[in-house]
């Protein structure tokens, strides 16, 4: 009697705190359609699926405010090596645009000496008025590109199969934790009743 009482209650409990915490875990995701209790005005339905405009929202408001904003992506961009690669492609493209426009009949050195001094001049040019239109283009991204409604629509615009697929496959491990927990919680709490039980029934 005390060795199957002691067998069975703890088994029992862990199977039950397995359970449930696995329906809990599935039940962030299922039912995806609302689904009415019988014989009840009661009605239930995932999490996510329930929530998942409120979801996108707030994925949008922590990516904006606490992970990511224009701020910081413009800090992380090298300046004077963005300023360099500009410069080179304006001096490439503008020697390319003299070469085809100066009269091929021009003696070469010449046209290599008008090349090169007309593409100094526009690069020279272009290079003092590069800082300012780097921040008035970054000032003008920051204006337009709103990063939470990007995300927002990103998010909210995500399958719910997607969802459950991206949530699973950074948290399975994790999620899984949470199940194997329940079965050990489960399991302490059955021996403890079993114990209750067989100190109860001693004479």
Same mark, same amino acid.
Request: proline share 4%.
């Given at each position: 009697? #005390?060795?199957?009482?002691?067998?069975? !209650?703890? !088994?029992?409990?862990?199977? +039950?705190?397995?359970?449930?915490?696995?329906?809990?875990?599935?039940?962030?995701?299922?039912?995806?359609?609302?689904?009415?209790?019988? !014989?009840?005005?009661?009605?239930?339905?995932?999490?996510?699926?329930?929530?998942?405009?409120?979801?996108?929202?707030?994925? &949008? /408001?922590?990516?904006?405010? @606490?992970?990511?904003?224009?701020?910081?992506?413009? =800090?992380? +961009?090298?300046?004077?090596?963005?300023?360099?690669?500009?410069?080179?492609?304006?001096?490439?493209?503008?020697? @390319?645009?003299?070469?085809?426009? !100066?009269?091929?009949?021009?003696?070469?050195?010449?046209?290599?000496?008008? =090349? &090169? /001094?007309?593409?100094?001049?526009?690069?020279?040019?272009? =290079?003092?008025? *590069?800082?300012?239109?780097?921040?008035?283009?970054?000032?003008?991204?920051?204006?337009?590109?709103?990063?939470?409604?990007?995300?927002?629509?990103?998010?909210?615009?995500?399958?719910?199969?997607?969802?459950?697929?991206?949530?699973?496959?950074?948290?399975?491990?994790?999620?899984?934790? +949470?199940? /194997?927990?329940? #079965?050990? +919680?489960?399991?302490?709490? &059955?021996?403890?009743?079993? *114990?209750?039980? /067989?100190?109860?029934?001693?004479?």
């Amino acid at each position: 009697m #005390a060795l199957s009482l002691f067998l069975v !209650l703890p !088994l029992m409990g862990a199977l +039950i705190g397995w359970g449930t915490n696995m329906l809990a875990i599935r039940s962030l995701f299922r039912p995806v359609n609302p689904f009415r209790i019988p !014989l009840t005005s009661w009605s239930f339905q995932g999490l996510i699926p329930k929530r998942k405009q409120e979801l996108a929202a707030s994925v &949008g /408001y922590l990516v904006e405010k @606490e992970l990511v904003n224009w701020r910081d992506l413009l =800090q992380k +961009i090298d300046n004077s090596s963005l300023e360099k690669e500009i410069l080179a492609s304006v001096d490439g493209f503008t020697r @390319e645009w003299l070469k085809g426009k !100066l009269p091929r009949l021009m003696p070469r050195r010449l046209s290599e000496a008008l =090349q &090169g /001094y007309f593409t100094g001049a526009i690069v020279e040019a272009f =290079q003092d008025k *590069l800082p300012e239109t780097m921040d008035r283009l970054a000032r003008k991204a920051e204006e337009e590109v709103d990063i939470r409604s990007l995300v927002e629509e990103k998010v909210g615009g995500m399958t719910l199969d997607g969802l459950e697929e991206l949530v699973f496959s950074v948290a399975k491990q994790e999620l899984k934790q +949470i199940e /194997y927990l329940g #079965a050990i +919680i489960g399991l302490l709490i &059955g021996a403890a009743q079993a *114990l209750v039980v /067989y100190l109860w029934s001693m004479p």
